[in-house]
């Protein structure tokens, strides 16, 4: 059955009474909040003056000097820069901490209690605020101290053993795993402390790390390790695998297609599919059969593929038959591909200084996000969330003066 929203959901506003303060960087911490802001939550983006979040000045640069990178994670903000260090920053972060309900940050294990901004410290000044922090390996721990990245905390995980053939090095993932799936989690973990505050009345903390996030990508892997008692163990496999057979990438004249048999009744279809264009398929009944003829197996449907007429030809024919599998896009295939469409997985918006640009949709066909407002550029909103905070126009010129607190410079092209 096809569902039809032909109004905006109210799921799309149900944060609009939240406020965030979101002191992430990068990827992880800034995903989330942009998560938030989706919802509806007011979500403030603190950054230091001058740079700002790291990905200002990272990745692909569009016109302007503007950031793809930072574009993606920080739709829908505000940004205020303020010097952490220094002295004065307490009058303007205790107002803010004291209207916030929630505060993300993914700063090393410490360095916000450091600049008096860790949980105890600021649930002493709102005892109703959440606080998520997200580091590399978690608040504790032998590792906690460690620098890292999500690449590294994938390494810990033991991701990279799954990767590659067996022969060959382990390949490194191309796109951030632990930062997206970590996102996913905070996102989830928040929504649940607010969800429980209205029942206690006070706040918490959330202690996440990349770590968790990257060993919560395991599935068959750590399963058979731990139902094994750990006498089975699986390494790199390249396009085998041991559990559904075939499973994997196989190449055409035209590109390539995945193909997956996760039943034996996809490989019955599949084998009367190759049978039927004149190759000869035993019977291979079982999966243990097939796991015992993985060889075989993958060479009869990589000559089936390879003397197709096209890849198209292909994917038609599985598709027809219900046998799990697709074209492997490129990205830009991926963009255009209809279903993709279809499903606003890519939206055009406005952004003052770009006109219409393309970003990622990260809640699904029906997301009317209530924050439209394109990512701000560093410091634009410091002097209008400095107001209300509370502070005088008196303070606010005070503490711009003092280099605590930066507003947007639009001579400043290091400021966007």
């Known amino acids: 059955m096809m569902i039809s929203m032909s109004q905006p959901s109210p799921l799309y506003s149900s944060l609009s009474n939240i406020r965030v303060l979101d002191f992430g960087r990068v990827i992880v911490a ?24 790291d990905t ?16 993606q994670e920080n ?10 260090n220094h002295p004065r920053a307490p009058e303007i972060l205790k107002p803010l901490v004291e209207s916030a309900d929630v505060v993300l940050e993914n700063f090393r294990p410490g360095v916000m209690s450091g600049l008096g901004l860790g949980y105890e410290q600021l649930s002493d000044i709102n005892p109703r605020l959440i606080m998520c922090s997200i580091s590399a390996f978690g608040q504790s721990g032998p590792h906690a101290d460690r620098v890292g990245y999500g690449f590294v905390a994938d390494a810990i995980a033991g991701i990279p053993e799954l990767t590659g053939s ?17 996102s996913g989690l905070a996102f989830g973990l928040i929504c649940a402390a607010l969800h429980g505050r209205n029942t206690t009345g006070r706040g918490t903390y959330i202690d996440l790390s990349l770590l968790d996030a990257a060993f919560a990508t395991h599935d068959l892997a750590l399963q058979t390790y731990l139902s094994s008692d750990g006498l089975v163990q699986r390494r790199r496999q390249g396009s085998f695998d041991s559990d559904r ?66 890849v ?27 279903q993709v469409q279809t ?16 970003i990622p949709n990260f809640l ?25 905070a509370g502070l005088s126009p008196a303070d606010i010129n005070s503490l711009i003066a003092a280099g605590c607190l930066a507003e947007h410079s639009a001579e400043g092209a290091h400021e966007l």
């Open 30 to 53: 800034p995903r989330c909040a942009r998560y938030l802001a989706e919802l509806g939550a007011d979500v403030i983006h603190v950054e230091r003056p001058g740079r700002g979040d």
């Open 75 to 84: 739709w829908g903000k505000r940004s205020i820069a303020i010097d952490l």
């Open 312 to 338: 198209e030809d292909v994917v038609s024919a599985i598709n027809t038959a219900k046998i799990p599998g697709a074209r492997l896009n490129t990205i830009e295939q991926a963009v255009r591909d209809p």
């Open 343 to 358: 499903r606003r997985l890519v939206e055009t918006v406005d952004h003052p200084r770009l006109g219409s640009i393309r």
């Open 245 to 310: 057979v075939p499973w994997g990438y196989f190449q055409g004249p035209d590109g390539w297609v995945c193909i997956m048999c996760g039943t034996d009744r996809h490989w019955e279809a599949l084998a009367a599919l190759m049978r039927a264009d004149g190759l000869t398929v035993p019977v291979f009944d079982g999966i243990a059969t097939r796991q015992s003829n993985q060889s075989e197996i993958y060479c009869l449907v990589s000559k089936w593929v390879a003397t197709s007429a096209s």
């Open 166 to 182: 067996p022969d060959g090095p382990p390949v490194p993932c191309p796109i951030p795993l632990a930062d997206v799936m970590g």
């Open 56 to 71: 200002r000045s990272d990745a692909y640069l569009l016109n302007d000097g503007l950031s793809g990178a930072f574009i």
């Open 364 to 388: 699904g066909p029906n997301a009317e996000p209530a924050r439209r407002q394109p990512a701000p550029l560093l410091g634009e909103q410091s002097r209008e969330i400095a107001a209300e």
